[in-house]
Every structure is written in C-alpha cells, then in structure tokens.
C-alpha cells in the first residue's frame, strides 16, 4: 500500500480558503486518492475522493498532477465548523482495508 | 436508515473483566471493520470481516476477538481488560462493489480500563 505524508497541522481563519497537501510518492497505476473528515468526538467521514486532474463535489475539491505523487484538498471559504482532522489515503477499491495515519488537524480561527 | 451503530457509548471496566462491544449495520454492507483512535495515533485497524462468518486480524489485533455470525452485525470482545485498552473504538462498513472507498463509520465507543 502507499505510504501517505500529510502536515500535522495547519491553521486558518474564517472565510479563507485552505489547501492541504498528500504526498504519496510510490502510488499505484491503479490506485485512488480518498480524504476523509473526522470532526471531534465523531467517526471520520468520506469527503471526496479522485484518480487524477480535478474532482469537486459540494464540499471539497481534490487537485491531483499528472505524476499523482501528491494531491490537494481544497477547502473553500472555511467557516469554524471546518475545524477537524483530515486523512489523505491511498489504494484501490479492491482493497480490502486502507491505513488512516493521524492526519492534518485544520483549525479554523474567527 | 440508522446507518452504524455501536452499543455501548461509554464503559468503564477494571483490569481483567471482559466486555463485548456491539456494532450493527442496516446497509447491507459485506465489510466491516474495528478500529482504535489513541490521543496522537490516528485510528488504528484492530480486526475486520469481509463477510458473513468471516474475520481477518489488521494492525493491532493481539488482546481482541471478533465474530460476524450475521452479516449487520460485528462483536468486538475483550476477554481480560487492561489499561492498554482504554481507547476510543470505531466500528465502520463499506460496500464491496465499485465505487470509491467509502467506509461508514459508527458514533464510537469510549472505553476506560481502570
């Protein structure tokens, strides 16, 4: 499975827009690039996820190069209830599990 | 639909008592997984199932036992509690099939071991 790199943390404030950055250095031709949401006390949630170029959908958008070595998360106008963790994964829909890692703490100041 | 379930939210054992933890799931699902989430950790993988009657051990198995007798549900069990153990547990599900990779994933259990 490919191993994922994502910051610790990363700050921001009210109507901002955040981008965070996976590296993956050693993805798979056939591999997908998958974030997910966890917001504190709650599980993690599916947000968006791409095989390359752009993908949007009403919540994020995932910005993926032509080398797929990396990706963005692109978060528009953050509001306070951004305020949670991130995980980037990596890996087919045929697996049967995938590694979380500990994510990037965003935390959205007013 | 109520999604995943666990039961129970909070649970406070003493070193050496067992428990069972339930998770249940009403989206016909064929996988499902437990996880443990430590202050720093990220979660971590403690067994899943790829089906009814199936079960497969993932990062940290070792003092946990499953079971998937029904297909919605999933038993984690510990057998002699210790501190190690107090986590936050996660139970989650996905689909087999296509699609992205979309687990779904349960309230949580907080668990203390004393």
């Known amino acids: 499975l490919a191993k994922t790199t994502q910051p610790i943390s990363m700050d921001s404030y009210e109507g901002q827009e955040v981008n965070i950055t996976c590296s993956h250095n050693n993805i798979a031709t056939n591999d997908y690039i998958t974030w997910y949401q966890q917001f504190p006390s709650q599980g993690p949630r599916f947000i968006i996820q791409?095989?390359?170029t752009k993908v949007t959908n009403e919540v994020a958008s995932l910005f993926i190069p032509a080398d797929r070595k990396s990706s963005t998360l692109s978060l528009p106008r953050v509001s306070l209830s951004d305020t949670a963790v991130y995980y980037c994964l990596v890996g087919r829909s045929g697996y049967s599990t995938l590694t979380f890692g500990k994510g990037t703490m965003l935390l959205v100041s007013p | 639909n109520a999604g995943v379930t666990q039961t129970p939210k909070f649970r406070v054992l003493k070193t050496g008592q067992s428990m069972t933890l339930l998770c249940a799931q009403d989206m016909n699902h064929e996988y499902m997984y437990w996880y443990r989430q430590d202050p720093g950790m990220g979660l971590r993988l403690i067994h899943y199932?790829?089906?009814?009657?199936?079960?497969a051990k993932g990062e940290v198995p070792d003092g946990y036992n499953v079971s998937r007798l029904k297909k919605q549900n999933f038993l984690l069990g510990l057998e002699s509690a210790a501190p190690s153990q107090t986590s936050v547990y996660f139970c989650a599900s996905r689909l087999v099939a296509g699609g992205p990779y979309e687990q779904y994933f349960g309230p949580g259990t907080r668990l203390t071991v004393t």
């Open positions: 199932s790829v089906g009814e009657g199936t079960t």
């Open positions: 791409g095989y390359k």
